[in-house]
T-cell receptor
Framework: SQKIEQNSEALNIQEGKTATLTCNYTNYSPAYLQWYRQDPGRGPVFLLLIRENEKEKRKERLKVTFDTTLKQSLFHITASQPADSATYLCAYAGNNRKLIWGLGTSLAVNP | ETGVTQTPRHLVMGMTNKKSLKCEQHLGHNAMYWYKQSAKKPLELMFVYSLEERVENNSVPSRFSPECPNSSHLFLHLHTLQPEDSALYLC?????????????????FGPGTRLTVT
């Protein structure tokens, strides 16, 4: 079955460092991959979408890469701030066009 | 604010009650979704509506009944729920095409309704 895996352990980093989150997918080659941020008790907020023919996408301090050979997407937050602390979800479009979601990785940026 | 509102934000109901969750989007989108989010589980898609027609029903028990009277409003009617139905229920919207949802479009989520079934 189509599956998506994210780092299950929480990521703790120091303010100012770069946070790198991983999303691995199996049993399918998605055309799109999306990243969302979710704060406790709130709905996910869309951050970035990357297509299979794009190696990299940037938005301010955020960068997403998509490696179809490794079946992996990396999400980077540069110059991280405590306000970046949240859970980050990745999702891809499966072969039935539905979004398949990961469990999310919790990021804590310490001042 | 994402342009998607949900009410109520919190709901406690007994197993014999009937209640409804409401979602409204102000983004001009034509696809709307209900998701269930439980602890330690990924988001579970429940229903999808595109142009007010249901295009997805992911084997959801009949005690959950969706309604989409127009492209801006979505309801989830609840009756005789079980304690395991306790979760965060999220509504989302996106652009879409009749009969299918285009996964290249991002989804905009509401704040969710935290449902507790006692």
């Amino acid at each position: 079955s189509q599956k998506i895996e994210q780092n299950s352990e929480a990521l703790n980093i120091q303010e100012g460092k770069t946070a790198t989150l991983t999303c691995n997918y199996t049993n399918y080659s998605p055309a799109y991959l999306q990243w969302y941020r979710q704060d406790p008790g709130r709905g996910p907020v869309f951050l970035l979408l990357i297509r299979e023919n794009e190696k990299e996408k940037r938005k301010e301090r955020l960068k997403v890469t998509f490696d179809t050979t490794l079946k992996q997407s990396l999400f980077h937050i540069t110059a991280s701030q405590p306000a970046d602390s949240a859970t980050y979800l990745c999702a891809y479009a499966g072969n039935n066009r539905k979004l398949i979601w990961g469990l999310g990785t919790s990021l804590a940026v310490n001042p | 604010e994402t342009g998607v509102t949900q009410t109520p934000r919190h709901l406690v109901m007994g197993m014999t009650n009937k209640k409804s969750l409401k979602c409204e989007q102000h983004l001009g989108h034509n696809a709307m979704y209900w998701y269930k989010q439980s602890a330690k589980k990924p988001l579970e898609l429940m229903f999808v509506y595109s142009l007010e027609e249901r295009v997805e029903n992911n084997s959801v028990p009949s005690r959950f009944s969706p309604e989409c009277p127009n492209s801006s409003h979505l309801f989830l009617h609840l009756h005789t729920l079980q304690p395991e139905d306790s979760a965060l229920y999220l509504c989302a919207s996106s652009q879409g095409v009749r009969w299918r949802v285009n996964p290249s479009y991002e989804q905009y989520f509401g704040p969710g309704t935290r449902l507790t079934v006692t």
